[in-house]
């Protein structure tokens, strides 16, 4: 396990100050970009180097940890630090072992991104030591899923909570502008983990009040049991941290906090961990008459504010409201700043209240490639094409960390090298021509879970639209896997040559994604 040195703390400084050289970036005339264009990337070179880690893991855990930002040197809810959310708490002492490892003081890990990013890079690495990875299983990004887990600070089904969603970025891309304008990505990749004795560790049990939620349950020591008043309200809180991170501090018996419910960002995907009958600790006066919503992200990063977020809480809220006679209207659906004698200022001005309401209130969903992604037919997009499904191919392309250029909807040379660059890392024919095959791989590109009727989710949407681009006929992309569905994918499966019994496991999506 390397280790830093006084005379690496003077390298780190000679390398920080380079940065402020104006450098000549691919792409760019020498002077185009502001004199820190790269500091984040290539903090994360350095850091991948220095510790052997693989640099787009090592940028799969920051986004997911903080999505790339410091924010200042603030503390999340769990009192973790930086890019690469260094904890110092009574369960989790990772900034501790970052400033051992690599002999930075905490308050330059907290504060220094590069030193941050040191710091989060030295720890995954004592983490891969500690479970026997040699040089050569180091370069398996698969093998580092036990020691991703580790760094979570959580146990069990939650550690492989967060392992899980730092794979999902890995398998489907990620792009970030983070501080100056510098934009940071990780290309999509088909991943397959070695998750060791975390494969049986997935969380699976159910919400008891909510059935689309995943059940996590709170420590004792951080709710009641019952109420002693009756439930007239729903708190929208922003939880200051990561999803898994969240959900491991409830479970920690010195937080003394908790929420009902947790939603994560990236997918809408909630965890319950309160039961609604009983008072969680969200909203000091607020507790006993109301059901607390935590969101993942920062108030000051609307980045962490997705659709797909605000339509799985809306729908959540909707769902109590219903349920428990709370009136859908701001005096009853409130901010945890909105709680009477709470000094917290989330979900700050970056939630979108106006937005947040309509969809509580039962919008109307829209019409075909409303979301942007979802069309009857895909057609053969080129160089020269413009409209709504070139503007959809960049979006996908630009998720998938492949610069496609202005989300324009105008297929220009950006967008070619970008279809290149996927056609290429994905076996395809490199022509820059997007048809079917290229439009069945992109679509289906990301995370590959066992599917089958009953399902649904925004992973059955992602299916749903790369049969229709695979078969040629339309399969409705409403995220349920019902009958339609079910026949599309064994009419799939058969004309590929593939077991046709209405699953989609592994073999399937690897049909997918390889473009049949």
């Given at each position: 396990m ?7 703390t ?8 380079s940065?402020?050289?104006t450098?000549?970036v ?16 290539r903090?994360?070179d350095?850091a991948?180097e220095?510790?052997?880690v ?13 999505h ?12 973790g ?20 490892l ?10 220094d991104?590069?030193?941050?990013i040191?710091g989060g890079?030295?720890v ?10 040699d ?12 020691a ?23 398998a ?47 420590n ?8 002693t008043?009756?439930?007239d ?6 939880m ?7 959900i491991s ?24 961990m309160?039961r609604?009958?009983d ?44 349920r ?5 209207d ?11 004698g ?14 947040y309401?309509?969809l ?9 490639g409303?979301?942007g992604?979802s ?11 413009t409209?709504?499904?070139v503007?959809?191919?960049?979006t996908?392309?630009d998720q998938?960390?492949?610069?496609a250029?202005a ?11 970008a ?10 024919g490199?022509d ?11 679509l289906s590109?990301?995370t590959?879970?066992?599917?089958a ?13 790369s ?10 992309a ?24 209405g699953?989609v496991?592994a ?10």
């Amino acid at each position: 396990m390397p280790r830093r040195t006084a005379g690496h703390t003077r390298g780190r400084a000679a390398v920080l100050a380079s940065l402020t050289v104006t450098a000549l970036v691919a792409g760019h005339p020498a002077g185009a970009a502001p004199a820190e264009a790269d500091s984040m990337n290539r903090a994360l070179d350095r850091a991948a180097e220095e510790y052997d880690v693989p640099r787009d893991l090592l940028a799969a855990v920051g986004y997911g940890e903080t999505h790339l930002n410091g924010h200042a040197g603030q503390p999340s809810q769990d009192s973790g630090f930086g890019v690469m959310h260094l904890v110092s708490n009574p369960v989790n002492h990772s900034l501790e072992k970052a400033s051992a490892l690599t002999g930075e003081s905490a308050a330059e890990l907290r504060e220094d991104t590069g030193t941050n990013i040191l710091g989060g890079a030295a720890v995954l690495r004592d983490h891969a030591d500690a479970l026997g990875l040699d040089k050569a299983r180091r370069a398996d990004i698969d093998a580092w899923y036990p020691a991703v887990a580790r760094y979570s600070g959580a146990e069990g089904a939650v550690s492989a909570l967060y392992a899980d969603t730092v794979y999902t970025f890995l398998a489907e891309g990620l792009r970030a502008t983070v501080a100056g304008g510098e934009r940071v990505s990780v290309t999509s990749r088909p991943v397959s983990p070695d998750k060791g004795p975390l494969a049986k560790a997935d969380v699976t049990a159910q919400s008891p009040d909510y059935p689309p939620a995943l059940w996590v349950a709170a420590n004792s020591a951080n709710f009641a049991t019952g109420r002693t008043a009756t439930v007239d309200k729903v708190v929208i809180h922003v939880m200051q941290g990561s999803y898994a991170g969240t959900i491991s501090w409830f479970q920690n018996a010195t937080s003394k906090v908790s929420s009902h419910y947790v939603v994560r960002s990236s997918d809408g995907q909630i965890t319950q961990m309160v039961r609604d009958r009983d008072t969680a600790y969200h909203a000091k006066s607020a507790n006993a008459s109301s059901l607390g919503i935590e969101h993942e992200g920062f108030i000051d990063d609307p980045s962490w504010f997705t659709d797909t977020m605000y339509r799985s809480s809306a729908a959540l809220t909707k769902y109590l409201c219903d349920r428990y006679g709370i009136p859908k209207d701001r005096s009853h659906i409130i901010g945890h700043s909105e709680a009477p004698g709470n000094d917290h200022t989330d979900p700050g001005a970056n939630w979108n209240w106006t937005y947040y309401m309509q969809l509580v209130g039962g919008a109307a969903g829209g019409a075909e490639g409303a979301d942007g992604l979802s069309f009857s037919s895909y057609s053969t997009q080129r160089t020269g094409s413009t409209g709504a499904q070139v503007k959809a191919l960049q979006t996908l392309l630009d998720q998938q960390g492949y610069e496609a250029g202005a989300v324009d909807g105008v297929f220009g040379s950006a967008t070619g090298s970008a279809v290149t660059a996927f056609q290429t890392a994905r076996g395809l024919g490199a022509d820059g021509i997007v048809g079917p095959k290229t439009w069945t791989a992109l679509l289906s590109a990301g995370t590959t879970p066992t599917l089958a009727t009953g399902a649904s989710g925004d992973t059955v949407k992602r299916l749903q639209r790369s049969l229709t681009a695979a078969l040629g006929t339309a399969v409705t992309a409403d995220g349920i896997f019902g009958a339609n569905t079910d026949k599309a994918v064994r009419s799939y499966q058969s004309t590929r040559g593939l077991s046709a019994d209405g699953s989609v496991g592994a073999a399937t999506w690897a049909a997918l994604q390889s473009g049949r």
